[in-house]
């Protein structure tokens, strides 16, 4: 069969063929059996197709929109996440170092090496808290 034919056959299905294409089928058709089971085969196929309703289950629209809007909230906590992670990674990676440094400078861990008043003399303490930098 000709693959013009089988098209012209398909689109009779779907428009209008003017006068001359409905012509040419008709002729094609009528010279042709294989052609006209071919015919017979589509309409069977379009009927089948026509009369099996599809559907959706029931809340299926509230389940679909339900994803849409957990996808959006999880793209949001993304574009967080990665400032983030570019800012917060560093910074910690940079405060343990500190810790290490001072650990290893002062040999403890106390609020005072952290905060760097361990030498200090409790009496200058309040000049020091005092001064204006």
Do not use: C, W
């Amino acid at each position: 069969m000709d693959k013009q034919i089988i098209k012209l056959l398909n689109e009779s299905f779907d428009r209008d063929l003017s006068p001359q294409e409905r012509a040419h089928l008709n002729s094609a058709l009528l010279a042709s059996p294989g052609l006209r089971e071919e015919q017979k085969r589509l309409l069977t196929i379009r009927n089948l197709l026509a009369s099996n309703e599809a559907g959706f289950r029931n809340g299926f629209s509230d389940f679909v929109m339900a994803g849409v809007t957990e996808e959006k909230k999880a793209g949001k906590l993304r574009e967080l996440a990665t400032p983030f992670n570019r800012i917060a990674l560093p910074m910690l990676a940079a405060a343990a170092v500190l810790l290490l440094f001072t650990l290893f400078a002062n040999g403890s861990l106390s609020i005072d090496a952290i905060m760097g008043i361990d030498q200090l003399e409790p009496e200058y303490l309040s000049e020091f808290l005092l001064f204006n930098y």
